[in-house]
């Protein structure tokens, strides 16, 4: 049984940091493109970035370019989003995904709220 979790998600002041990590099972996960997306209350859900096979090649949204990374590490099955110098307007829950061509999964989500 495919399963994406995510962890890592909290109350964090504007300013400061957070990482997210999503950890996969039942599934091949090396073979997956990896995303994180959000959605904040009253919108819809938004792509904030993908890594791809292999980690070669990473495509961020503009509203977090420079300020998020996403990384994986597949002996771990596991993809991580480091989330630095965050804003209120980050405030959301953020889900991962995991894609192929023919497969999709998602995870439950995680709750981030940027708030002093």
């Known amino acids: 049984q495919p399963q994406l979790v995510e962890s890592g998600g909290g109350l964090v002041q504007p300013g400061g940091s957070l990482t997210l990590s999503c950890a996969a099972s039942?599934?091949?996960?090396?073979?997956?493109?990896m995303s994180w997306f959000r959605q904040a209350p009253g919108k819809e859900r938004e792509l904030v970035g993908s890594?791809?096979?292999?980690?070669?090649?990473?495509n961020y949204a503009r509203a977090v370019k420079g300020r998020f990374t996403i990384s994986r590490d597949d002996a771990k099955n596991t993809v991580y989003l480091q989330m630095n110098s965050l804003k209120p307007d980050d405030t959301a829950v953020y889900f991962c995904?995991?894609?192929?061509?023919?497969?999709?999964?998602w995870g439950q989500g995680t709750q981030v709220t940027v708030s002093s």
């Open positions: 995904k995991a894609s192929t061509a023919t497969d999709n999964y």
């Open positions: 039942g599934f091949n996960f090396r073979g997956f493109l």
């Open positions: 890594i791809s096979v292999g980690g070669i090649i990473y």
